[in-house]
């Protein structure tokens, strides 16, 4: 059986499952974009197969794949139609578009814009993962990039998906440590130039007891954001807040690091 069709037949499964339980138009382009990603790979001599639909989210979905044999996440990004970008203003702020014909759509803001937006959108998160992980932030590691899907370091195993940090309790020495790392690991972002711009516990799962930072597309630059200060601060506080609920945390103290 070829690639395609044993994507198809676990697609037909997952049918049959209730994965897509309702046949919307939306989920048949969702069926289409995968196909695409996986032709794609095809194309690239990757082998991928989707094992199954981990969560969908507003902006994107994630997947356990199997890339080439391996154990993957895979986050597909919704369509641009399908995306509101309400919340774009304030981290492509201070962003420079080269092209002329980029930046009159940018300043319009027509159905090219969304496009380019969205194109954007994706390869920002696919460059800060590499960036951040090479830098040895505690992140999933990155490990390819086709169209819309970013491939990345399955937090889980075959039976279990990392839980987000939300969805548990920790005791105190699992807290101690975890909010080291968490800010040690923004202290690595605010070092490189960025700031995550979305952190709080939504945003960190917890595998082999410790603490992984994601979804990067909304990390700003903070020599062009005016604002990078502010959302520092924000993401901070969701962090302190967080891990006041099982240790004492202290936010001017802390913030004294980010200099
Ligand atoms: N590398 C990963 N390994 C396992 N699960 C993941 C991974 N990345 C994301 N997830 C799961 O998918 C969810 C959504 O991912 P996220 O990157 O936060 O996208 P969104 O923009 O939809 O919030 C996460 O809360 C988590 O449950
Ligand atoms: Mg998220």
Redesign the pocket.
Known sequence: MSTKLRIRHTLSIKLIKGFFSKPTPSNMTTNNELQNIIDEGNRLNHKIEIVSN??S????T?YKVMLDHQLV?M?VYKKPEERSFKNTGQYLMGKYYKKPSHRKAIEKGNKFAKKIKHQSWVNREYFMLEKLYELGAKI?KPILHIEDAIF?????NQDF??P?LCDITLNTAEAKNAFKKIIDNMIVFWNFGIVHADLSEY?I?WWNNEPYV??FPQAIDKKTNPNAEEILDRDLRNITNFFGKFIKTDFDEIKKAFS
């Open positions: 981990v969560k989210g507003k902006e994107a994630i996440a986050k999933p990345m370091e399955f937090l889980g998906v990392a987000r945003n799962l994601i979804d």
